[in-house]
Every structure is written in C-alpha cells, then in structure tokens.
C-alpha cells in the first residue's frame, strides 16, 4: 500500500500545492504540540523570534511583513501578548506606530522552548536538500509576496532611491 495521495485530474500544480499544504500541516503541527508545553502559541513563538532577531524591539508593521499575516491580526496578537505579560507596546514620540519589545517574562518563556519537532524533521533533508528547498522556498515566497502586493512599498522605495541616485549623478 502506498502514502501517495491520488487526486483525479488535478494538474501538477495543485498536486504540489496540496503536498506543500499537507507537509506544513504537518510539520506545523508537530511544532504546535512542542511549543505548546511551555504554555505558548506557535504565532506568540513566532513574534518572540522576530523581536529578538530585530535587536530586542520591533514595530508592528515590520511584524506585519516579516509574517505576512495582516496588520489588524498581529495587531490583536500583540494585545493578548501583552495582557499575558509576554510584550510591551511602546508609542513611538511624533509618530503613530509602537514599538513592540518582548518582557522578561517573554524573554525567559521563548529561551526555553526546543526545537526538537524542527530538528527531527530536518534531519531528513541532507546539507544539500535543505540548500535547495530552502531556493526554492524563496522563490515561493517572493512570488507569493508580489501577488499579495507584499512588497510594493519596498519597491517603489528601491525605485526612489534609484531616481535619487540618477539625479545626482
């Protein structure tokens, strides 16, 4: 008997759709149930992540568009992480954005989390496998992030650095 999944007259790429899907279900769930011991969401580990990788303070937008999920959602995530003690939200001076810095309590809650689930699943790929995926990945995302319009805000700024560059030459 095989794992193969079947699906009648589905072209190639809505099989590879659906396997993508099926395979981040998957390895989504496995991480959900282990970060779920130490008493956190998958989406709260996720903000945790982005906070520390950005120097221990972030702005909800920048949230926004390292996740991809929509700004009035990180908004709402904030604001529950925050009545549990795991953020703070600081206004900005002159501006209306805040600034997101994750609490001790944040702090101590993400650096005992392991990622065992990651490291397990991983381990399947070899060092040259997970170099492709991870190309290939890329790919996905940037076309997914264009079709979004994601990235138009960086690209029409790449394109005025471009005009500035031009008229002082």
């Known amino acids: 008997m095989t794992t193969e999944a079947v699906i009648p007259e589905a072209n190639a790429n809505h ?10 279900y998957g390895i989504a769930r496995t991480r959900l149930l282990e970060i779920a011991q130490y008493g956190m969401t998958k989406e709260q580990a996720q903000i945790l992540y982005i906070i520390k990788t950005n120097g221990g303070s972030v702005t909800l937008g920048k949230i926004a568009t390292y996740s991809m999920r929509q700004h009035h959602s990180i908004s709402t995530l904030i604001n529950r992480m925050e009545k549990v003690g ?7 001076p002159n501006e209306k954005a805040f600034r997101i810095i994750a609490t001790t309590k944040g702090k101590a809650m993400y650096s005992k989390l392991t990622r065992e689930s990651i490291d ?14 991870n190309g290939l ?7 997914s992030r264009n079709l979004l319009g994601l990235d138009r805000t960086l690209l029409l700024e790449s394109q005025s650095q471009k005009l500035l560059e031009e008229e002082t030459d």
């Open 15 to 24: 099989l590879l759709w659906t396997l993508f899907d099926n395979t981040h």
């Open 137 to 143: 990945l890329l790919k996905l995302q940037k076309a």
């Open 120 to 133: 397990f699943v991983f381990a399947a790929l070899t060092t040259e496998e997970k170099e492709t995926l």
């Open 86 to 92: 795991l953020v703070k939200k600081t206004k900005l």
